[in-house]
């Protein structure tokens, strides 16, 4: 493959833009370096960068692209919304309209507030957590990210009983000591925070199917506990559904699992690729925010008519029947067809899927947690993804991510995916 224009843009972009990415998951440093590819264009699953170099794309902009690049149905609507103004700053139908969509699919949602990003959707959380409860603390799980607020940018201390600290320059430490980080899956670790903390803790924020180091699902009965142990102690539990809504099925990880937070945090899917995020749960604890209460968030571009008709247009697509059974069949292949390759190479890896999300770990042992999740071979991960990328396959450049399959993806997107895994597993095995 060619990347000259690539690499010259890349130039220019090292010179204009801090590290030349918009954000640092963009860049290659987690796989050895190297100029990222700069694409010029996106078409339903595929990918076309500056030098025509075609790609399947599995990245899906981090998870928001579930219907495949510029579906015709999202695009007709965003055109539509621009032609009538962008953003007015009063009231529109549209956001009401997409409101009820969302309390539609996901009946937690007895108030809902837009906001423009996950990062502020969770934040808020947070912060309504602290309002209703009038305490500060929270818990959140290693490896999970929600943003980049400093609150959720907290390291974990050495044990349950221990106060965080912070994981990036620039968070306060007297923030992080508000914050109790505890291994995902770990109900003792879990338990004994709160025997430490349990009445300073405002909420537990918790990925109810993890996608942030990988694609890691609950033990059974792990979220229920979470539940219990935290409504026990009068701390609210807050789901971080900004990956998982409408990933795994119309509506949330909890609709899937069957449990129901008191608070949820959205962004990513629901916008149609637009910046959204959004965030509710319980009446009661709602009322606290402004208007209604002394809980104070606000935004400018929150609930603007282009990200709601691009979010209305999105949930009218995924909604058809069939939309999850199709991914899942995807997936399913996708899985079984690399499975296969793994043991035909001897490739020490295997993978966590589900439906049309999976994450492929340099590793023999199955993922559960963070540490185990780290302890994966970097190395490994790396080398495949660049023989992947000369393959024409656009994965994301971090062995923590997930790859997306979307409705636009075909069957035979997935087998000329497992060619070029296999072409790619041949000269790892070299
Ligand atoms: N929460 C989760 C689970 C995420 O994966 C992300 C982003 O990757 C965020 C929150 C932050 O969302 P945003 O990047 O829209 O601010």
Redesign the pocket.
Known sequence: MNFTNSNAIQQRANAAILGGVN?PSRSYKAVGGGAPVVMERGEGAYFYDVDGNKYIDYLAA??PIIAGHAHPHITEAIKRAAENGVLYGTPTEYEVKFAEMLQEAIPSLEKVRFVN??????MTTIRVARAYTGRDKIIKFAG?????SDLVLVAAGSGPSQLGTPDSAGVPKSVAQEVITVPFNDIEQFKEAFHHFGDQIAGVLV?PIV??FGIVEPHEGFLEVVNEVAHAHGALVIY?????AFRFCYGGAQDLLGVKPDLT?F??VIGGGL?I?AYGGRQDIMEHVAPLGPCYQAGTMAGNPLSMQAGIALLEVIKAEGTYEYLDKLGAMLEEGIAALINKYGIKANINRLKGAMTIYFTDEKVENYDQAEATDGEAFAKFFKLMLAEGINLAPSKYEAWFITIAHTEQDIKDTLVAVENSFKKMSL
């Open positions: 954000s981090y998870g990003s996950g990062t502020e959707a969770v999970c990210y929600h943003g980049h990925e996608g942030n971080d559904e900004v990956i998982t945090a962004g990513k910046p995020g």
